[in-house]
């Protein structure tokens, strides 16, 4: 399958301002997303997807690719859709969502979620990591669970699978799976996942795909290893995404004087 991976970047975050555009290692947090995930080699094209010339500009000083989109999209996966479905994408068969604050999103998730798609079980894609179970009570931690096949069955803030009985901890907690905010899609299940109205189960939860899964779109759930990548929303993760990035890169640099 021809596969073309779209960045979403907006710049109405309220919780940090200006998001794609504030610094990560001297550069925008855009332009680390975009080095990212090219270099994986994961697809045959990668495309930033904004509304703001500001971010366009800033990304393609770097190099990277740019479609620029309308500025009135509820979601990433409505500005992946108008992306894929411009006369410049048309030719791409699969497509994934990679969210433009996940700078050290890792390339087995990435390819793993395309790979739900691209093996022809399913029609959407995303991946998770095995979880420490103290996620279970942080709201701000997505949990789901899927069936024997790899099928989401559910997302969500709460916990689960519920603890009912203590007896039962090691089994549950066997089963705990932390959400990594990667999509992929096949042409027809992006269109049908952005032509569906808002479900209440959404609503609620404040996840997009359960949209998706509410309609009976069957996305598969790539586990992969234990993820440290992390969504930057507030001026707290921007400050310790730098040191993370200080720390990985100062030890990339000695390693190499040996």
Not at 3 to 31: C, D, F, H, N, S
Not at 157 to 175: C, K, V, Y
């Amino acid at each position: 399958m021809s596969t073309l991976i779209v960045i979403p970047a907006r710049l109405g975050a309220t919780r940090l301002p200006r998001k794609p555009l504030r610094l990560l290692g001297g550069e925008p947090l855009i332009v680390r997303v975009w080095e990212r995930v090219v270099g994986m080699e994961i697809a045959d094209d990668v495309v930033v997807a904004t509304d703001s010339p500001d971010v366009a500009d800033a990304a393609r000083a770097a190099g990277a690719r740019v479609a620029m989109t309308r500025e009135d999209h509820p979601s990433g996966t409505d500005r992946v859709a108008e992306v894929a479905n411009s006369p410049e994408f048309r030719g791409y068969d699969a497509f994934v969502n990679v969210q433009g604050d996940e700078p050290f999103i890792g390339a087995d998730a990435v390819g793993g979620a395309l790979e739900q798609v691209a093996s022809g079980r399913f029609a959407l894609g995303t991946a998770a990591c095995r979880g420490d179970p103290a996620v279970l009570t942080n709201p701000d931690v997505v949990k789901v669970v899927a069936d024997r096949h790899g099928r989401a069955l559910y997302f969500s803030r709460a916990a689960i699978p519920f603890l009912r009985d203590g007896a039962d901890r090691a089994t549950r907690d066997a089963l705990v799976r932390q959400h990594i905010g990667v999509y992929a899609y096949t042409r027809d299940a992006l269109n049908r996942w952005v032509s569906l109205p808002p479900h209440p189960l959404e609503v609620s939860e404040r996840l997009e795909q359960l949209r998706a899964l509410a309609d009976g779109l069957a996305m598969g759930v790539a586990v992969v290893a234990a993820s440290e990548a992390r969504g930057i929303d507030t001026e707290e993760d921007l400050m310790a995404a730098n040191v993370r990035w200080s720390s990985v890169h100062l030890t990339h640099k000695v390693a190499g004087t040996h």
